[in-house]
């Protein structure tokens, strides 16, 4: 029997049954007959927790680009693994091939090489949503060069940030970049960011914009040439299993970002492994997953996951609003997209738009919708569901994290049964737990608590760059023994996993513990509430009380504000109880959030605390002006 794909339920709870019962036999079973290895494990496993110390595949020897390329060639050279969508829809999209992606990223290492990059050397990629990107991590990748990718909306301050901790050596750049009707001068980012950064020492730039920029002596090379001048035969390097492929960084609740450190086989074998399960991909689809490289839902479902699987999958420059909000549907039928895979945000934001935006597409090509990177509430649900899914495609709630590497609970697609809001159940090979503040497992159903993971999983982030003490607190000191994800979730009656948000945004009003996403649910379920946020603040009596940000939907500007605020308390009142009622209510017309459309509630926070002093690192934020406007608003 082959576990690499589950067809429906019945085999799902024999293939979970397995892998939490032999996890070894299982995902040894599925790492043998689903890639090529130069040389096959000792051991499949070994950990400890207490260390904070995991490796998979122990003594394997493999390239993961030779897995997402090479491999493919024999049968599916002439297949597109890529296709590149534009900004500027006017723009043709370019349809790159398996062999022409081999091609390209061969003549990419042989630069990288030539340019003294070694295995374990770290190189920085700061680039827009345009094929140099997926072509120069893959470079990295094959030739042993650990990928720092920074998202291109990052400040050059955050860039430096990052550079410096991992020491990169080469950053890899463009002249400029398109976003919707603006255009960004990431060279002269990536300038004023390594003038504190003594380990770069040369700067690749890809040609996009054409705008004049400076090219420093000796540091900056123009990339075209050298790629024109490489030779297309390249001797991919032999990695070892654990063998750091990539950093990426995530925001903590406080200090620097962390860089998290992905090894290469854990990583390959269920980044697969989900992509296959979770879009029930099949090998004539179309996968479009509208993240950036730049967040670890570029890394996994837009490159490694789909390519593993000989996919195509699509790299889209643009945003849903340009030219206009149809624009996602517009590519989804310009492709024939059939997984199409995005953020709650994203969805929020088009919801709050006229309907004419996306009836007149019949999107019949989809087969699933996804949902990644925050809780999906119940009226995004509904709407993306609706009005995108036909009500016809599943919709897959996925909830993972930057440390998982890889969907950890999810439905699957026409395998799972899907319900509004909820994540379902975990993968396998995933064990969550919920955690009591008393730090012991809660035990059965129609309970909540804090997520937690109590065996290791093969794409489970290694350490944090430089400082794996970190890593150890981070994760593995609150509940001793177990990973702890800085969740909260809900497992309903019938073993459901619903996310409630991070654990510390729960807030405990009179002794009761309220997650902040089912009341932002009620909230947003008023007609006029286009988004909401809410936060804690400390109350005499209570001990802590709730304030509410709400932004009204353009048709709210002529209703009385007053009165939208005594029916957003009757709605909370009503589908959760008077003790979630909002104390404050201050109407907003932006909420602060990262480039990943995560709200920054530490901000919020302070602010409903009357504490202007010290906002923290607000350089992440996407709308840093929002921050003014809020504060001087304060009710
Ligand atoms: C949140 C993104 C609810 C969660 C892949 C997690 C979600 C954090 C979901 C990780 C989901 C992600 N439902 N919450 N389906 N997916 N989250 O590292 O709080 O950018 O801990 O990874 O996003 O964010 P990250």
């Known amino acids: 029997m082959s576990y690499y794909h589950i067809k429906n339920l019945e085999q799902y709870f024999k293939h979970y049954n397995k892998s939490i019962r032999e996890p070894r036999k299982f995902w040894g079973k599925i790492a043998e007959e689903n890639f090529t290895w130069y040389q096959t494990w000792e051991k499949v496993m070994e950990f400890n927790m207490a260390e904070a110390d995991i490796k998979w595949f122990l003594g394997a020897k493999v390239n993961i680009v030779k897995n997402c390329i090479d491999r493919h060639l024999s049968k599916r050279g002439s297949k597109t693994a890529i296709i590149f969508e534009p900004n500027d829809p006017s723009e043709e999209a370019q349809h790159i091939t398996y062999n022409e992606l081999h091609q390209r ?74 976003r919707g009707n603006k255009s960004i001068e990431l060279k002269s980012i990536v300038d004023e960011a390594i003038e504190k950064c003594p380990s770069v020492e040369k700067v690749l730039v890809a040609k996009r914009t054409h705008i004049n920029i400076t090219m420093k002596e000796g540091r900056d090379i123009w990339l075209q040439p050298l790629v024109d001048a490489a030779s297309d035969n390249n001797v991919a390097e032999i990695m070892d299993a654990e063998d750091p492929l990539f950093i990426l960084y995530t925001s903590g609740s406080t200090g620097k970002p962390k860089g998290m450190v992905h090894t290469t086989a854990g990583y390959m074998v269920q980044t697969a492994y989900s992509f296959k399960n979770v879009f029930n991909y099949e090998e004539n689809d179309i996968h479009w997953c509208t993240a950036d490289i730049g967040w670890i839902t570029g890394h996994s479902y837009i490159l490694y996951g789909p390519l593993l699987n000989g996919a195509t999958t699509v790299i889209f420059e643009g945003v849903p609003s340009y030219p206009d909000f149809s624009r996602f549907w517009e590519v989804i039928e310009k492709h024939g997209v059939t997984q199409f895979y995005t953020a709650p945000t994203a969805i929020r934001a088009l919801a709050k738009e006229s309907l004419e935006y996306v009836q007149p597409y019949p999107l019949s090509s989809l087969k699933v919708i996804g949902s990644v990177g925050e809780p ?52 396998p090979g995933i ?122 939907k353009e048709i709210g500007e002529t209703r009385d504000k007053n009165n939208v605020a005594k029916e957003i308390n009757q709605l909370i009142s009503d589908q959760i109880g008077p003790i979630a009622k909002l104390d404050k209510i201050q109407f907003v017309s932006g909420l602060p959030k990262t480039r990943s459309g995560k709200i920054m509630r530490r901000i919020l926070r302070k602010i409903a605390e009357g504490d202007f002093s010290n906002f923290g690192d607000t350089t992440t934020l996407l709308n840093p002006e929002i921050v003014d406007e809020i504060k001087n608003g304060r009710v």
């Not at 042989?110 to 345009?130: A, F, H, S, T």
């Not at 470079?139 to 410096?164: L, P, W």
């Open 431 to 552: 064990q969550p737990v919920l955690m009591d503040e008393k730090r012991n497992e809660i035990e059965g159903n129609q309970v909540t608590g804090s997520l937690c993971i109590k065996f290791p999983w093969p794409s489970i982030a290694r350490t944090i760059w430089g400082d794996h003490q970190r890593y150890k607190e981070t994760y593995f000191s609150t509940f001793p023994g177990k990973y702890f994800t800085g969740d909260g979730a809900l497992r309903d009656e019938v073993g459901y996993y619903r996310i409630t948000g991070r654990v510390d945004d729960v807030i405990i009003v009179s002794g009761h513990n309220l997650g902040t996403a089912p009341i932002e649910d009620a909230i947003n379920e008023h007609p006029a509430v286009a988004e909401s946020a809410i936060v804690g603040f400390p109350h005499d009596i209570k001990g802590n009380a709730l304030y509410g940000y709400i932004i009204l």
């Open 105 to 178: 990223v061969c003549k990419m290492a042989n630069v990288l090489r030539e340019q003294g990059i070694k295995k374990g050397d770290r190189v920085c990629i700061y680039l827009p949503m345009i094929p140099e990107l997926a072509i120069t991590v893959l470079a990295c990748a094959r030739i042993g060069a650990i990928h720092s990718v920074v998202f291109a909306g990052f400040s050059a301050s955050a860039v430096a940030s990052r550079i410096d901790d991992s020491q990169c050596k080469m950053v890899i750049t463009s002249d400029g970049a398109y």
């Open 376 to 427: 999906i509430n119940e009226e995004a649900w509904h709407w993306y569901n609706d009005h995108v899914g036909g009500k016809r495609c599943p919709l897959v709630d996925t909830w993972w994290q930057t440390e998982t590497g890889s969907i950890m609970i999810s439905p699957l697609a026409f395998v799972t049964p899907t319900k509004p809001t909820y994540a379902s159940l975990p993968l």
